[in-house]
């Protein structure tokens, strides 16, 4: 079993919709979470940082963490085409431990 | 505009033949990071360095050599590729100073080798 899982989709939704990406993971010591948008043939670039559980908003996008279940979101609401790509969680144990764990991504289109 | 210059671009390349690729950052960050992109397994990590004159291995290491001379460079080298090793390589780098732990990594652009 990975120490993170992602369901690798692809998702496709209208414009509009409200978006879900999920993460699972199993190590308990992960205490940074981050989302992660890649474009085609372009670096991943830092979304969405949240430490330890609890909600984070930043615009159209939410970040969740439930630390009890294991399990990440990021909501994108009022999705636009401009947000297809991929989208990786990340994580990482406490300060002194740079190594973040990836998930393998979620390709994520949408349709105007 | 600070960042990551990675180079090539990309680039195919004789199985057997050596290659390196070239990682700078301007910002100063001391830690920095090789990783792989494959489809359906997404970053795996090669080689990292926490600081300059230091450096470990990751998750997927054999065939590949780092090197940290200094602060902004991280070379990666592929001492006798073998077509395993076609993938997007992407090198990165963080801060991991106290009260920099929310920047996360800063990302290339990416090398797209092809070894045939």
């Known amino acids: 079993q990975k120490e993170v899982e992602q369901d690798p989709g692809p998702l496709s939704v209208p414009e509009g919709a409200i978006v879900s990406l999920n993460c699972t993971y199993s190590n308990s010591a992960f205490q940074y979470f981050m989302w992660y948008r890649q474009y085609s043939r372009k670096g991943p670039e830092l979304l969405m940082y949240?430490?330890?559980?609890g909600n984070k908003e930043d615009g159209r996008f939410t970040a969740q963490v439930d630390k009890s279940s294991k399990y990440i979101s990021l909501f994108i609401r009022d999705s636009q085409p401009s947000d297809s790509a991929t989208y990786l969680c990340?994580?990482?144990?406490?300060?002194?431990?740079?190594?973040?764990?990836f998930g393998t991504g979620t390709r994520l289109t949408i349709i105007p | 505009i600070a960042g990551i210059t990675q180079a090539p671009t990309s680039q195919i390349l004789a199985a057997g033949r050596r290659m390196t690729l070239r990682c700078t950052q301007d910002m100063r960050h001391n830690a920095m990071y090789w990783y792989r992109q494959d489809l359906g397994l997404g970053l795996r990590l090669i080689h990292y360095?926490?600081?300059?004159?230091?450096?470990g291995k990751g998750e997927v290491p054999d065939g590949y050599s780092v090197s940290r001379a200094n602060t902004d460079d991280f070379p990666l080298t592929l001492a006798s590729a073998v077509p395993s090793q076609t993938s997007v390589y992407f090198c990165?780098?963080?801060?991991?100073?106290?009260?920099?732990?929310?920047?996360?990594?800063?990302f290339g652009s990416g090398t797209r080798l092809t070894v045939v």
């Open positions: 949240t430490y330890s559980s």
């Open positions: 990340a994580m990482r144990e406490d300060f002194g431990n740079e190594k973040l764990t």
């Open positions: 360095s926490n600081t300059a004159g230091t450096t």
């Open positions: 990165a780098s963080s801060d991991s100073r106290r009260g920099s732990q929310g920047r996360g990594y800063t």
